[in-house]
């Protein structure tokens, strides 16, 4: 379709209107998957409006995940999108097959402590257990107080849900409204900035340093009218940043004057195979802050538990909101993981990997140091490296059969006209290091 063909079925020459148009003609299949549309600058010419105009248009296309833009090989139309994948998360998904899967972010199921000796302990124990009703307390006492224990702060509720994600979209349905302003630490978690596209929220990006997000940054974010500040006090992911005590306190300078107009949500991700210290923000602003933390990586992504901890204003909320929907996390799941805190070999079991996750980290920066890729090794099971060029990096890879996470989805501001690639570590064994860091060395270089 020429970009005057194309322009002819444009009724409405706004931003919002070609978009528009390009979508329906997507949806009806005039316009096919690999179909490669006109230039900014062509259809502009034909519409007679601005390239700004059909710029802004094509980024809406894009963040609807209907087109793709390759720089000098142009615009071109996706396929057919997976329904259950939103668009950041098809990014990454979106890959070849490798014999070196490096992408997922999942955790090593080898380093995961034996579910089936506290299945067992549960089962027996099952006869014993309080008869669960529909409006019994969400979260079982025995994991209450392993909780409570361990949480950086005294927490007037606690509760547990389906995970971290769902975590954070359960705590900004009840924190932000349609249109707030919401500072987000950038690179970020995919999913959260999808999380955030699809409320409505408004992201503001914080940039990080290596102690954490930068204060002058989060100033001018609060600045900015921000409703909810999102921290990932460790393991960052993508960077694998952990904020130092020092940091945490700079950040609580910053929002303490407008503690009382904001909240803060913290996601605690890798939770216990975090090699640094546990911080938080809580006993620093009192009652402004939501802490959530995940059982994901370290006890098994199937569990879906993640715990959160905060106000009752926020949290009373919340487990009122879900008893309209899911209503609780198996109480079932609950008592295996309370078990699997206290197992003694289950608690060496996490421990053995977050020793093993960080020496894997350590092995692959000095590996790439020796190809003289100098990055620090993080924590968590993620390692974040900057490229030349981002499509150049992730062909050559493929070429040595080494499959790693584009670093494009994990902006919510563009990088700038170089690029990273996200290598996971959960997956990368010590025979593999050296090939991974000199094909890693490789495909950075111009």
Same mark, same amino acid.
């Given at each position: 379709m020429s970009p005057q063909e194309l322009a002819d079925l444009v009724?409405?020459?706004?931003?919002?209107?070609?978009?528009?148009?390009?979508?329906?003609?997507?949806?009806?299949?005039?316009?096919?998957?690999?179909?490669?549309?006109?230039?900014?600058?062509?259809?502009?010419?034909?519409?007679?409006?601005?390239?700004?105009?059909?710029?802004?248009?094509?980024?809406?296309?894009?963040?609807?995940?209907l087109v793709v833009s390759r720089g000098r090989a142009g615009t071109s139309v996706l396929p057919e999108p997976a329904g259950r994948l939103p668009p950041r998360y098809r990014d990454l998904a979106d890959g070849p097959a490798a014999r070196l899967h490096l992408a997922g972010g999942t955790p090593d199921p080898a380093l995961l402590p034996d579910l089936a000796p506290a299945l067992a302990r549960v089962a027996l124990r099952a006869p014993t257990l309080a008869t669960s009703g529909y409006l019994d307390d969400p979260v079982v006492p025995e994991l209450e107080r392993l909780l409570r224990a361990s949480w950086p702060f005294l927490a007037q509720r606690l509760t547990v849900v389906d995970g971290a994600v769902?975590?954070?979209?359960?705590?900004?349905?009840?924190? %932000?409204?349609?249109? +707030?302003?919401?500072?987000?630490?950038?690179? &970020?978690?995919?999913? =959260? /900035? @999808?999380? $955030?596209?699809?409320?409505?929220?408004?992201?503001?990006?914080?940039?990080?340093d290596s102690h954490g997000p930068r204060p002058d940054a989060l100033a001018e974010a609060v600045r900015a009218g921000v409703r909810v500040v999102l921290l990932q006090p460790r393991a960052q992911n993508p960077t694998g940043v952990s904020t130092s005590p020092t940091r945490v306190r700079e950040l609580a300078a910053v929002l303490r004057?407008?503690?009382?107009?904001?909240?803060?949500?913290?996601?605690?991700?890798?939770?216990?195979?975090?090699?640094?210290?546990?911080?938080?923000?809580?006993?620093?602003?009192?009652?402004?802050?939501?802490?959530?933390?995940?059982?994901?990586? %370290?006890?098994?992504? +199937?569990?879906?538990?993640?715990?959160?901890? &905060?106000?009752?204003? =926020? /949290? @009373?909320? $919340?487990?009122?909101?879900?008893?309209?929907?899911?209503?609780?996390?198996?109480?079932?799941?609950?008592?295996?993981?309370a078990d699997l805190l206290t197992d003694a070999q289950a608690v060496e079991a996490v421990?053995?990997?977050?020793?093993?996750?960080?020496?894997?980290?350590?092995?692959l920066s000095a590996a790439l140091a020796h190809h003289g890729v100098h990055v620090p090794p993080g924590d968590g099971i993620n390692v974040w490296i900057p490229v030349h060029d981002e499509q150049t990096a992730l062909a050559r890879l493929e070429a040595a059969g080494v499959r790693v996470a584009r670093g494009r989805p994990f902006f919510s501001v563009p990088p700038g006209p170089h690029g990273f690639v996200r290598v996971s570590v959960g997956a990368l064994r010590s025979q593999d290091v050296e090939a991974v860091a000199a094909a890693l060395a490789a495909a950075a270089a111009p």
């Open positions: 009724t409405d020459r706004t931003p919002r209107g070609i978009a528009a148009t390009i979508a329906r003609l997507v949806h009806t299949g005039d316009l096919l998957p690999g179909h490669r549309l006109p230039t900014v600058r062509q259809l502009a010419l034909a519409l007679g409006v601005s390239p700004a105009t059909v710029g802004s248009a094509w980024q809406s296309l894009a963040s609807a995940g769902d975590a954070i979209s359960r705590v900004l349905e009840q924190v %932000s409204r349609f249109g +707030d302003r919401v500072a987000v630490e950038d690179p &970020g978690f995919p999913p =959260v /900035l @999808d999380l $955030l596209d699809h409320l409505g929220l408004e992201r503001v990006a914080v940039a990080l004057p407008a503690a009382s107009r904001l909240w803060v949500v913290e996601d605690d991700h890798s939770g216990e195979i975090a090699s640094s210290r546990d911080v938080s923000l809580g006993p620093l602003l009192a009652d402004r802050v939501v802490h959530v933390r995940s059982y994901s990586k %370290s006890h098994g992504p +199937d569990l879906r538990i993640a715990a959160v901890g &905060g106000p009752a204003l =926020v /949290l @009373d909320g $919340l487990v009122a909101r879900r008893m309209l929907g899911p209503g609780w996390t198996s109480r079932l799941l609950q008592h295996v993981l421990a053995h990997a977050r020793r093993v996750y960080h020496g894997r980290r350590r092995a």
